[in-house]
């Protein structure tokens, strides 16, 4: 019998838990041609997500956890569900509910029909237009500026064929950005469009700091452009500034001295100064990463879990 696990991180979602687990039995038990597993990554909660994940464990056996020894974030959780257990096709999704387990049957079949990446995209319905203007702009600009395509509304909450995730996994990189990953590593691809989801409890766990963080990871993580456009910023100014220097000096030549301007030198200092701080702090974004890849820290530290040590490299 195949194999499908079904891997959901989360943080503080002790109301959301249980819940998941009853929806996700309803759409499983239809199916007893498969084997399901429901890997709960524990992503170093302060609540009781812990215990609950510990009954919920004692009662079913087929309901697993991991729990981190501290928050490391989404990206971890997810690589350590997809580590952690053996499987012919994975799910990821997350645990409050905003992923329809609905749609389940509809990326199996998918999958079944050959496809190692089914994705469920969402749309922006009920979301403020201020944020949905945010993310359109962004994907706009970001697909202008990397190589690899990232859509908006596709995210986390797809279906990963054993020989996708296992590609995914060999991409061993600290700062990961898996809407870009998992484009990177290609395979047939399905997309399947739903609904957005409003959560219902809980709160997310994005602050707008973050998503603007997101956002430079995202650019930064999947090319070297940004250290080109400051190499084409430069040589603008640079051109410029001789062009003005050669006026300058034709003005003094047929016209003697002119009284000292101001404006001029202020408006060249500014100039040259804020494209100079501005290439400086994108060089520097791209010296941090180097350094923080060159530690080869672990993506996470596991305290404790119901499934047995790292099944895949
Ligand atoms: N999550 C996590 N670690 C974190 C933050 C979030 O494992 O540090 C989980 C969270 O519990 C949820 C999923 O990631 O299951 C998505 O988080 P959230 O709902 O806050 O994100 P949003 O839906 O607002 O994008
Ligand atoms: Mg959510």
């Known amino acids: 019998m195949k194999k499908i696990a079904i891997i959901i991180p989360v943080y503080n979602e002790q109301e959301n838990i249980t819940r998941v687990v009853h929806v996700l039995d309803d759409v499983t038990q239809k199916n007893s041609s498969l084997?399901?597993?429901?890997?709960?990554?524990?992503?170093?909660?302060?609540?009781?997500?812990?215990?609950?994940?510990?009954?919920?464990?004692?009662?079913?056996?087929?309901?697993?956890?991991?729990?981190?020894?501290?928050?490391?974030?989404?990206?971890?959780?997810?690589?350590?569900?997809?580590?952690?257990?053996?499987?012919?096709?994975?799910?990821?999704?997350?645990?409050?509910?905003?992923?329809?387990?609905?749609l389940i049957p509809e990326l199996i079949t998918a999958w079944e029909e050959g496809y190692d990446q089914v994705v469920a995209k969402r749309d922006r319905q009920g979301e403020h237009f201020i944020k949905s203007l945010f993310a359109k702009s962004y994907y706009y600009l970001i697909n202008r500026i990397t190589s690899v395509e990232m859509k908006d509304g596709e995210?986390?909450?797809?279906?990963?064929?054993?020989?996708?995730?296992?590609?995914?996994?060999?991409?061993?990189?600290?700062?990961?950005?898996?809407?870009?990953?998992?484009?990177?590593?290609?395979?047939?691809?399905?997309?399947?469009?739903?609904?957005?989801?409003?959560?219902?409890?809980?709160?997310?766990?994005?602050?707008?700091?973050?998503?603007?963080?997101?956002?430079?990871?995202?650019?930064?993580?999947?090319?070297t452009k940004p250290l080109r456009i400051c190499f084409y910023l430069g040589l603008a100014t640079f051109l410029l500034s001789l062009f003005y220097i050669g006026y300058t000096f034709f003005q003094i030549v047929s016209g003697g001295i002119d009284v000292p301007g101001y404006f001029t030198t202020i408006s060249a200092v500014l100039l040259l100064g804020s494209i100079q701080l501005f290439s400086l702090g994108i060089i520097g974004e791209y010296i941090g990463r180097i350094y923080n890849e060159t530690k080869k820290r672990p993506h996470y530290i596991v305290d404790n879990a119901s499934l047995e040590g790292e099944q895949h490299d």
Request: hydrophobic share 35%; with cysteine.
């Open 35 to 102: 084997s399901f597993q429901y890997i709960f990554v524990n992503d170093g909660s302060s609540d009781h997500t812990k215990e609950t994940l510990e009954q919920l464990h004692a009662q079913k056996k087929y309901v697993h956890f991991i729990n981190f020894s501290r928050n490391f974030g989404k990206e971890a959780a997810l690589l350590a569900g997809l580590k952690h257990c053996e499987y012919d096709a994975a799910i990821l999704m997350d645990g409050d509910l905003q992923h329809p387990p609905s």
């Open 155 to 223: 995210g986390d909450f797809r279906l990963l064929s054993k020989r996708a995730s296992e590609a995914l996994l060999s991409l061993n990189e600290h700062q990961r950005f898996s809407k870009g990953l998992y484009e990177w590593i290609g395979f047939p691809k399905k997309t399947i469009c739903y609904r957005n989801v409003i959560r219902e409890d809980g709160e997310t766990k994005w602050s707008f700091k973050q998503l603007i963080n997101y956002g430079v990871d995202g650019i930064l993580s999947f090319n």
